[in-house]
């Protein structure tokens, strides 16, 4: 549990690893309910977390505010060890119904989730009552076109997804491939963070943190970079598409790497439409930058995870 001074005393947040989303366990008189159910092969550890912090409670609802990998992947073994209501964005309605691997950034990018049902849906302007507190449903198009944010304006939080870490933002992914209009979605997804009355984010990774302002001044800046330079988000990308699966695999050999980058269709697609490298020099770019800043080494000839999972 973190970020206990800045929260109600119902609100309990699990930090998790970069590979797994944040969860948010709310308590209340109606059932608990938990936002957000990280990645499939941490599905075992959610459901300690969330039994230990329940006590034999009930887990009445799972919410999702979006269908990425890291934030759903979970919510089958949620489901099937509760029996709860699941909610999730109604933009990803359609891409979970026909399991859409490319649109929901699995397959296509070589993540994993299990395919899961849901049973009803929000959309910005919805009311909910998580954990006895009022939440509104609020946009967040950018890192994905359908994602939400849940704000309490009464007690002043704001659960912000990956639309704003205090650092940064999760990767743009349609501006990736030809969506002219995906940095704009994030600068107005910004804004409408910095017109809210926040006292404490909740963010989808990382930890709790106080008022918004420093991290959206850093956010604006970044994105500002990546709006002047397009190619140094897709560059920002392939690295973080890199740290995930080895995160996820544990270890990669490093002479499969010029095959790796060349067969996930995610990165192959930006390296076609922004950065033009061979395999090879992608791979050796890769290993270079990320083995510099310290988010990955080397196991004999193994590349491996320096940060945690």
Same mark, same amino acid.
């Given at each position: 549990m973190?970020?206990?001074?800045?929260?109600p005393s119902?609100?309990q947040?699990?930090e998790?690893g970069?590979?797994?989303s944040?969860?948010v366990?709310?308590?209340g008189?109606?059932?608990?309910?938990?936002?957000d159910?990280s990645?499939?092969?941490?599905a075992?550890q959610?459901?300690?977390?969330?039994?230990?912090?329940l006590?034999g409670g009930? !887990?009445?609802r799972?919410?999702?505010?979006h269908c990425?990998?890291?934030?759903m992947?979970?919510?089958?073994?949620?489901r099937e060890?509760?029996?709860?209501?699941t909610t999730i964005?109604v933009?990803?309605?359609?891409?979970i119904?026909?399991?859409?691997?490319r649109?929901l950034v699995l397959g296509?990018a070589?993540q994993?989730?299990d395919?899961?049902?849901y049973d009803?849906t929000i959309?910005?302007?919805?009311?909910?009552?998580?954990?006895?507190?009022?939440?509104?449903?609020l946009?967040a198009?950018?890192?994905?076109?359908?994602?939400?944010?849940?704000h309490a304006?009464?007690e002043?939080?704001?659960i912000?997804?990956?639309?704003l870490?205090?650092?940064?933002?999760?990767?743009?992914?349609?501006?990736l491939?030809?969506?002219?209009?995906a940095?704009?979605a994030t600068?107005?997804?910004?804004?409408?963070? /910095?017109r809210?009355d926040v006292?404490t984010?909740?963010?989808g990774h990382?930890?709790?943190f106080?008022?918004?302002?420093? /991290?959206l001044?850093?956010?604006?800046?970044? !994105?500002?970079?990546y709006e002047?330079?397009?190619?140094r988000h897709a560059?920002?990308a /392939?690295?973080?598409m890199i740290?995930? /699966?080895?995160?996820?695999?544990r270890r990669l050999?490093?002479?499969? !790497?010029p095959?790796y980058?060349q067969?996930?269709?995610l990165i192959r697609?930006?390296?076609?439409r922004?950065l033009?490298?061979t395999?090879?020099?992608?791979?050796?770019?890769l290993?270079?930058?990320?083995?510099r800043?310290?988010a990955i080494g080397?196991e004999?000839?193994?590349?491996v995870?320096?940060v945690?999972?």
């Amino acid at each position: 549990m973190i970020g206990a001074n800045l929260l109600p005393s119902q609100i309990q947040v699990f930090e998790r690893g970069w590979l797994s989303s944040n969860n948010v366990l709310m308590k209340g008189g109606d059932g608990a309910a938990l936002v957000d159910s990280s990645y499939v092969t941490h599905a075992p550890q959610t459901l300690a977390l969330i039994a230990h912090a329940l006590g034999g409670g009930r !887990l009445a609802r799972l919410v999702n505010t979006h269908c990425h990998s890291d934030h759903m992947g979970g919510n089958r073994a949620v489901r099937e060890a509760y029996g709860c209501r699941t909610t999730i964005p109604v933009g990803e309605a359609p891409l979970i119904d026909r399991w859409d691997e490319r649109e929901l950034v699995l397959g296509f990018a070589d993540q994993r989730a299990d395919r899961f049902r849901y049973d009803d849906t929000i959309a910005p302007g919805d009311a909910l009552r998580l954990g006895d507190i009022d939440w509104q449903v609020l946009a967040a198009p950018g890192h994905d076109p359908h994602s939400v944010m849940l704000h309490a304006p009464q007690e002043r939080i704001l659960i912000s997804a990956d639309a704003l870490w205090e650092d940064g933002f999760g990767v743009i992914f349609p501006a990736l491939f030809g969506d002219a209009t995906a940095f704009a979605a994030t600068r107005a997804t910004l804004e409408s963070i /910095a017109r809210l009355d926040v006292r404490t984010v909740i963010p989808g990774h990382g930890r709790v943190f106080g008022a918004p302002g420093p /991290a959206l001044e850093r956010a604006f800046r970044r !994105l500002g970079g990546y709006e002047r330079d397009v190619t140094r988000h897709a560059r920002h990308a /392939a690295k973080v598409m890199i740290v995930f /699966a080895l995160l996820d695999k544990r270890r990669l050999p490093l002479a499969q !790497l010029p095959q790796y980058v060349q067969d996930v269709g995610l990165i192959r697609e930006l390296n076609a439409r922004h950065l033009h490298m061979t395999p090879a020099a992608l791979a050796e770019w890769l290993v270079a930058d990320l083995g510099r800043s310290g988010a990955i080494g080397r196991e004999g000839d193994d590349i491996v995870p320096l940060v945690r999972a």
